[in-house]
T-cell receptor
Framework: AQKITQTQPGMFVQEKEAVTLDCTYD???????LFWYKQPSSGEMIFLIY??????QNATEGRYSLNFQKARKSANLVISASQLGDSAMYFC????????????FGTGTSLTVIP | SQTIHQWPATLVQPVGSPLSLECTVE??????LYWYRQAAGRGLQLLFY??????ISSEVPQNLSASRPQDRQFILSSKKLLLSDSGFYLC????????????FGQGTRLTVV
């Protein structure tokens, strides 16, 4: 089974609008971490935000927030006030405590911000 | 501060030729090290990871191998490249903690011709 599932291959959003990128995960480990990365066309992987499985509050980092719904095993990334520079691939990833050395990545979502 | 260096940035190699991609990390000790491959428009496939010198775990049986001769050096190799080895290769490091993010190098675009 896939550890991380991103069901949206491509998304479009109007500039200045908010957008939600979906991510669901599968784990039986009660202790895990969830990560979002941005990959612009240059190829570099940029870390955006982290959510721990025991965190009580949703993580936020500037315009990025993580909608963490533990019972549903979802960790959706919300980008507020989209900017043209947000156009990129976005990857969700998970790291489990009992297999803590590995990062499991989803297949990614391509986001295009329309002016 | 920690930095990760990966080279070369681009590489065009003929089928059957050898490969050596190198990755080094500065500013940290005993990092976890990773090699990922990304096919065009696709996600990241974990190839190898290492938790210490000489300790390599392989995720996918393939034409590639990895070595960690020093604490902060990770090398991806092949004796004979295949067309299917083309892709974008990313090296990354992290601390052991599950809450520690991975930091990626700039990547190597490999084209096998």
């Amino acid at each position: 089974a896939q550890k991380i599932t991103q069901t949206q291959p491509g998304m479009f959003v109007q500039e200045k609008e908010a957008v939600t990128l979906d991510c669901t995960y599968d784990t039986s480990d009660p202790s895990y971490g969830l990560f979002w990365y941005k990959q612009p066309s240059s190829g570099e992987m940029i870390f955006l935000i982290y959510q721990g499985s025991y965190d009580q509050q949703n993580a936020t980092e500037g315009r990025y927030s993580l909608n963490f719904q533990k019972a549903r095993k979802s960790a959706n990334l919300v980008i507020s006030a989209s900017q043209l520079g947000d156009s990129a691939m976005y990857f969700c990833a998970m790291r489990e405590a009992n297999t803590g050395n590995q990062f499991y990545f989803g297949t990614g979502t391509s986001l295009t911000v329309i002016p | 501060s920690q930095t990760i260096h990966q080279w070369p940035a681009t590489l065009v190699q003929p089928v059957g030729s050898p490969l050596s991609l190198e990755c080094t990390v500065e500013g940290t000790s005993n990092p976890n090290l990773y090699w990922y491959r990304q096919a065009a428009g696709r996600g990241l496939q974990l190839l190898f990871y290492s938790v210490g010198i000489g300790q390599i775990s392989s995720e996918v049986p393939q034409n590639l191998s990895a070595s960690r001769p020093q604490d902060r050096q990770f090398i991806l190799s092949s004796k004979k490249l295949l067309l299917s080895d083309s892709g974008f290769y990313l090296c990354a490091w992290s601390l052991w903690s599950q809450g520690a993010e991975a930091f990626f190098g700039q990547g190597t675009r490999l084209t096998v011709v």
